[in-house]
């Protein structure tokens, strides 16, 4: 069959990225993978606690359906462009980027092949442990200044999830994003862990500079606007201001009061 060069060779790189996604492991490399995951604290989650703070997606039903299908949309894309990391944002706070954040994580979590990392970056804000209700430890801020290995700064839900993130406000910390000493912990997280997805939680991006130098360490962005707060105008700006850093993958719209039976997400594109 004659097929077109230009054809063959987006088969051929698509081909390259998607094995780069997901590649073949010797034998020496998965041991060494499954130790380093092992090393992580592993935790018990509190089914009550999550259910009040309006975390699901680790319910394999409908409760998690709307997280599930932003699970495997983002995959799809992800690997498609050979892409590892997601910034997830909102123009303001409180339009829910944490709780969407670990949903998606959680929805993750249920994906045996696929090993996620999800990172709290919003360091002025932390929530996430709050919304785990977790007792043990976890504590990015001195991974990411190199005072910490990351088993010492994470949580591990099962096998395949590690979950790093805050109690506590962590004094200075754009000083910490901007660091030049950041791009290599991320770096040396990937090389240690090899993880398929790695999400930032990130602070609100018209309210502080972190979530733009946060933008050139990720490849793409998801955007949550709250439905009764977050208006066209600044979901513009913020497409406007991440244009040029990271790839815009959509916009989320939380907090819609007229859903139905859903949980309350709207559209993905
Ligand atoms: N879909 C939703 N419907 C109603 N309340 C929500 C929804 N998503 C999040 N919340 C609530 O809104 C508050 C802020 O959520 P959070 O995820 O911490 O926002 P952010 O990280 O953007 O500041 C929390 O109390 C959370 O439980
Ligand atoms: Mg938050």
Not at 86 to 113: D, F, H, M, W, Y
Not at 168 to 195: C, Q, R
Not at 202 to 222: E, F, R, W
Request: proline share 6%.
């Amino acid at each position: 069959m004659n097929v077109p060069m230009t054809t063959a060779l987006k088969g051929a790189e698509k081909l390259k990225l998607k094995q780069s996604f997901n590649p073949q492991r010797s034998v020496q490399e998965k041991i060494r993978l499954n130790a380093a995951w092992g090393a992580i604290q592993p935790i018990d989650l509190d089914l009550a606690h999550l259910e009040k703070h309006r975390i699901v997606g680790h319910l394999a039903g409908s409760e998690s359906l709307a997280f599930d299908m932003l699970r495997t949309r983002l995959l799809q894309q992800m690997r498609d462009q050979g892409w590892r990391r997601v910034a997830i944002t909102s123009p303001t706070a409180q339009c829910g980027k944490s709780t969407v954040a670990l949903n998606l994580a959680l929805s993750l979590q249920r994906e045996p092949e696929t090993r996620t990392i999800l990172l709290e970056m919003d360091l002025r804000r932390p929530s996430l442990c709050a919304m785990l209700g977790a007792s043990q430890g976890s504590d990015l801020a001195p991974f990411l200044t190199g005072e910490s290995p990351f088993e010492d700064s994470s949580v591990r839900v099962g096998e395949n999830l590690a979950i790093a993130a805050s109690r506590t406000p962590v004094a200075g910390s754009a000083k910490i994003i901007g660091s030049s000493y950041l791009p290599l912990a991320l770096s040396a997280l990937e090389d240690a862990y090899a993880p398929d997805l790695m999400i930032f939680d990130t602070p609100p991006m018209l309210l502080t500079h972190d979530v733009m130098t946060l933008a050139k360490h990720v490849d793409c962005v998801l955007l949550v606007a709250g439905a009764d707060v977050t208006t066209p105008k600044q979901i513009d700006q913020c497409e406007r201001d991440i244009a040029g850093q990271a790839q815009m993958l959509g916009v989320i719209l939380n907090k819609c009061r007229h859903q139905g039976p859903g949980y309350g997400y709207g559209t993905y594109d």
